[in-house]
Antibody, heavy 120, light 109 residues
Framework: EVQLVESGGGLVQPGGSLRLSCAASGFTFSSYEMNWVRQAPGKGLEWVSYISSSGSTIYYADSVKGRFTISRDNAKNSLYLQMNSLRAEDTAVYYC?????????????WGQGTMVTVSS | SYVLTQPPSVSVAPGQTARITCGGNNIGSKSVHWYQQKPGQAPVLVVYDDSDRPSGIPERFSGSNSGNTATLTISRVEAGDEADYYCQVWDSSSDHHVVFGGGTKLTVL
């Protein structure tokens, strides 16, 4: 079964750091581009970051640029999001997502999400 | 940056047709994808590349895209279709690259 499972969310104080992980299984992870997408409570979907299959190309949303770092370990079938200098507005459910069957940017695989709460 | 505009809400009676629009500058030149999201769940891809359906998605879901508007059409709406729907594009000309619309809450009356 093709699956993505996020972990690492939790409660963190403003200015703090957190590292999210996304474990992939059931497919050849190293062949697929990956993304992080977040959703603040009661709000819509917001794309956060993209990484190419090899890790050589990376993009960020303006809202997280300079604070978040996306990376991947293809040997471990894992995607990461290092989040630094966290703000209250970063509070959200964070999903990892990928275009598996229908094109790189049509996300048909999503994890269940991990909640990040930034609060003092 | 590229902006996608959706109506906040659409209401429809069971058995009728729901149309959810997604507006963007020359969106007809881009591939539009649509997602359904129910409370507490991850989004599900229901239409990709403007009008194609992923495996397992009912034929009641269809899409179109032309000019400045893309449309998701749900025929013979059922109670189970009540959800939030999001359009999405890849915009290579923008730093944002992946752009989501603000979402539309579909209410089945």
């Amino acid at each position: 079964e093709v699956q993505l499972v996020e972990s690492g969310g939790g409660l963190v104080q403003p200015g703090g750091s957190l590292r999210l992980s996304c474990a992939a299984s059931g497919f050849t992870f190293s062949s697929y581009e990956m993304n992080w997408v977040r959703q603040a409570p009661g709000k819509g979907l917001e794309w956060v970051s993209y990484i190419s299959s090899s890790g050589s190309t990376i993009y960020y949303a303006d809202s997280v640029k300079g604070r978040f770092t996306i990376s991947r370990d293809n040997a471990k079938n894992s995607l990461y999001l290092q989040m630094n200098s966290l703000r209250a507005e970063d509070t959200a459910v964070y999903y990892c997502a990928s275009g598996y069957s229908y094109g790189d940017d049509a996300f048909d695989i999503w994890g269940q999400g991990t909640m990040v709460t930034v609060s003092s | 940056s590229y902006v996608l505009t959706q109506p906040p809400s659409v209401s429809v009676a069971p058995g009728q047709t729901a149309r959810i629009t997604c507006g963007g500058n020359n969106i007809g030149s881009k591939s539009v994808h649509w997602y359904q999201q129910k409370p507490g769940q991850a989004p599900v891809l229901v239409v990709y590349d403007d009008s194609d359906r992923p495996s397992g998605i009912p034929e009641r879901f269809s899409g179109s895209n032309s000019g400045n508007t893309a449309t998701l059409t749900i025929s013979r709406v059922e109670a189970g279709d009540e959800a939030d729907y999001y359009c999405q594009v890849w915009d290579s000309s923008s730093d944002h690259h992946v752009v989501f619309g603000g979402g539309t809450k579909l209410t089945v009356l």
